[in-house]
C-alpha cells in the first residue's frame, strides 16, 4: 500500500477511535501518521485534542501551535487553541487566538462568543459586549448568556443593564444558586441591599453553604441595621 494511503488510512481509523472516545487508540494512530508524514496538520490538531481532554495542557498547546503553522487560515484551529490557553490562564494568548479566528470567520456565532467571553476574562467588558448580547439574543432561554452580558455590564459599570441581564438570568433559572447568587452580588455591588436580600435568600435556601451568598446576605443586613 503507498505511503499516502496508510497515512490516510491511520487518520480515518485515528478520527473513528476519537469519536468513540477512545483516545489512548486515537493518540497511538495519529502518532504512527505523523511518523510517515511529519506534515500532518490534523494529527497535530487532534492530537491537540487529545492532550487537552487528558490535562495535558502544554501539550496541546504545542500540538495546536504547530498545526497552525502549517494551516494558518484555520478559524477552528485558533479558536480551539484559545481555549487551551484560556484553561491555562494565559487570557492575552486566548484572546489573540479567538480574535484570529474571528478574523477568519466573522460568521460563526460559536467563536464569536468564545471572543466575547475571553474579553470579558481579560475585563474588557466594553469589547465584549456586542458578542455576549448576541449570544444572549440567539438564545433567550439560556440563563448563562445572559449572565455573562450581565458581567460585561458590570464591568462597565452600567448599574441598570447589569441588573436587568442578572435578573433575566435568575428568572430563567430560579432554582440555581448561581444565579440567584449573581442578581444579588450585582445589587449589592450597587447599593440597592433591601433587594439584594430576596435573591440572597433564595441562594442560601437552594444551597445554606454557598459562602459568598451567606457573605453578601449579611453584609446587606448589616448595612440595613
Known amino acids: ?9 491511520l487518520m480515518t481509523q485515528g478520527a473513528e477511535h476519537f469519536r468513540q472516545g477512545r483516545l489512548a487508540q486515537a493518540e497511538k494512530l495519529f502518532r504512527d501518521a505523523l511518523t510517515m508524514d511529519e506534515k500532518q496538520a490534523s494529527a497535530m490538531q487532534l492530537l491537540g485534542l487529545i492532550c487537552q481532554r487528558t490535562g495535558r495542557l502544554e501539550q496541546a498547546a504545542e500540538w495546536m501551535s504547530k498545526s497552525l503553522q502549517l494551516d494558518a487560515k484555520n478559524a477552528e484551529w485558533f479558536s480551539n487553541l484559545g481555549g487551551v490557553w484560556m484553561m491555562m490562564k494565559q487570557v492575552e494568548k486566548g484572546v489573540a487566538c479567538f480574535r484570529r479566528a474571528h478574523e477568519l470567520s466573522p460568521q460563526d456565532r460559536r467563536i464569536s462568543e468564545f471572543l466575547g467571553r475571553a474579553l470579558l476574562a481579560a475585563r474588557n467588558g466594553k469589547e465584549a459586549l456586542p458578542y455576549l448580547r448576541q449570544a444572549a439574543a440567539e438564545r433567550p432561554g439560556d440563563p448563562e448568556a445572559r449572565a455573562n452580558a450581565g ?28 444565579y440567584a447568587a449573581m442578581l444579588g452580588n450585582t445589587l449589592m455591588r450597587y447599593s440597592r441591599q433591601t433587594e439584594a436580600l430576596g435573591p440572597l435568600g433564595t ?3 437552594l444551597d445554606p453553604r454557598f459562602g459568598i451568598a451567606r457573605l453578601d446576605y449579611g453584609m446587606a443586613l448589616l448595612t440595613l441595621g
Request: proline fraction near 2%; hydrophobic fraction near 50%; charge should be positive.
Open 1 to 9: 500500500m503507498a505511503a499516502n494511503n496508510v497515512v490516510q488510512l
Open 151 to 178: 458581567l460585561a455590564q458590570v464591568d462597565m459599570n452600567d448599574a441598570e443593564g447589569a441588573i436587568a441581564s442578572m435578573r433575566k438570568a435568575h428568572e430563567l433559572a430560579p432554582k440555581t444558586v448561581k
Open 203 to 205: 441562594a442560601l435556601r
